[in-house]
């Protein structure tokens, strides 16, 4: 889940340490808020929603529907202030790469944001689902989930989610540290071999 280039919430800025926006930034969040609640009801709908989300993201509608879903906890068809805030602060912290410090300052909101069925605990398919709202793929999940389920229920409850997502995190950085080592080991030796990279747009046909 990545923002488009040139949209407003690139000008706002995160706090890496709290994931939260200054005071500044959330007034203006509140104003972009307004704009967007064409009704004058102080909510979304779910088409508001929809059209936001495509606007400023590179994702897929059924994603979209999904996380509004996900925000509409009373099941009302519209989504607050409140809810929207919590969003804008997820984009945010993929977007600066602190996916694991916003967890980690706000594990109790994430837990029952992806907790769709309201029972307390997170299942392999509610997590495989929602993942992708902070950059999780299934390989991670696949791979560890069954480890932090102490239970054996094959569900994780509040603390063991907080660990598995800490652990999903970690790995996730270390593959990206190992592809980045890669290229730049590929980079070096076409160097040392005097080869530049090809560019396609020159190839010939």
Request: proline share 2%; glycine share 4%; net charge negative.
């Amino acid at each position: 889940m990545k923002l488009k280039a040139g949209v407003v919430l690139h000008y706002l800025n995160l706090d890496t340490t709290y994931c939260l926006l200054s005071l500044r930034n959330t007034k203006i969040l509140v104003e972009y808020f307004r704009l967007l609640d064409v009704h004058n009801k102080n909510t979304l709908n779910d088409v508001q929603f929809y059209h936001f989300l495509r606007h400023v993201t590179d994702l897929r509608k059924k994603d979209i529907m999904l996380i509004f879903d996900m925000l509409d906890w009373n099941a009302s068809g519209e989504i607050g202030f409140e809810e929207f805030y919590l969003l804008v602060c997820i984009l945010l912290s993929n977007e600066n790469h602190v996916e694991k410090q916003f967890i980690s300052r706000h594990s109790r909101p994430v837990f029952e944001l992806i907790d769709m069925d309201g029972g307390r605990t997170i299942s392999p398919g509610e997590f495989q689902a929602s993942g992708f709202l902070f950059n999780l793929g299934g390989h991670a999940l696949n791979r560890i989930f069954y480890d932090f389920d102490v239970s054996g229920d094959e569900n994780l409850n509040y603390k063991e989610f907080k660990m598995f997502a800490m652990a999903c995190i970690d790995m996730q950085e270390e593959t990206r540290e190992k592809e980045r080592r890669k290229l730049k080991e590929m980079r070096r030796t076409l160097r040392t071999l005097k080869i530049q990279p090809q560019d396609p747009s020159t190839s010939p046909e």
